[in-house]
T-cell receptor, first 115, second 115 residues
């Protein structure tokens, strides 16, 4: 099956710094990538949808200036958490889908801890 | 509003017991339906999906799900569970929109299978 990687798998940073998370589709071209946030014992919350070469579409309540998403190529999307605060600590998951099917393939997630 | 409801948050079964996890969705348009599984320490994986055709779909590891359009349901079943089925199961619906699609996840059901 299709493989999606995320880097880093976990990151600890100081409050006020920015953190970049990469999401790569390794063996297919991902025209659409999704970014989710998963809270403990809760479901996945969609943060934004990004189509290659276009601006991301953010869900209601998600600050686009805080969570910068770039999808510059068909195999790479990045999420940058700017000026991170402890409340941004969470598990961030990306997924990717090709233009030919709506099935999403998920990355392993990135655990962010902001001190 | 679009939503996905999973009936049980936690399920505990003994090995060889039968499993049925309920899932209902709320969306009036065209939908594609999915069940994803997240094993402990692993990322989300596709278990099965329904796009069209036979409403009874078979997935990996002996799982199946039945789409009942009149009930807006897509329940997951397995006749005989194994200890290795211990995981969290997410029902998801792709709701089509003009820009493509958006995935709505249920809250998840944690299944624990006793050996």
């Amino acid at each position: 099956g299709a493989v999606v990687s995320q880097h880093p798998s976990r990151v600890i940073c100081k409050s006020g710094t920015s953190v970049k998370i990469e999401c790569r589709s390794l063996d297919f071209q991902a025209t659409t990538m999704f970014w989710y946030r998963q809270f403990p014992k809760k479901s996945l919350m969609l943060m934004a949808t990004s189509n290659e070469g276009s601006k991301a579409t953010y869900e209601q309540g998600v600050e686009k200036d805080k969570f910068l998403i770039n999808h510059a190529s068909l195999t790479l999307s990045t999420l940058t958490v700017t000026s991170a605060h402890p409340e941004d600590s969470s598990f961030y998951i990306c997924s990717a889908a090709s233009s030919t099917e709506e099935t999403q393939y998920f990355g392993p997630g990135t655990r962010l801890l902001v001190l | 509003a679009q939503s996905v409801s999973q009936h049980n948050h936690h399920v505990i079964l003994s090995e060889a017991a039968s499993l049925e996890l309920g899932c209902n969705y709320s969306y009036g348009g065209t939908v594609n339906l999915f069940w994803y599984v997240q094993y402990p320490g692993q990322h989300l994986q596709l278990l099965l999906k329904y796009f069209s055709g036979d409403p009874l779909v078979k997935g990996i590891k002996g799982f199946e799900a039945e789409f009942i359009k009149s009930k807006f349901s897509f329940n997951l079943r397995k006749p005989s569970v194994q200890w290795s089925d211990t995981a969290e199961y997410f029902c998801a619906v792709n709701a089509r929109n003009t820009g493509g699609f958006k995935t709505i996840f249920g809250a998840g059901t944690r299944l624990f299978v006793k050996a």
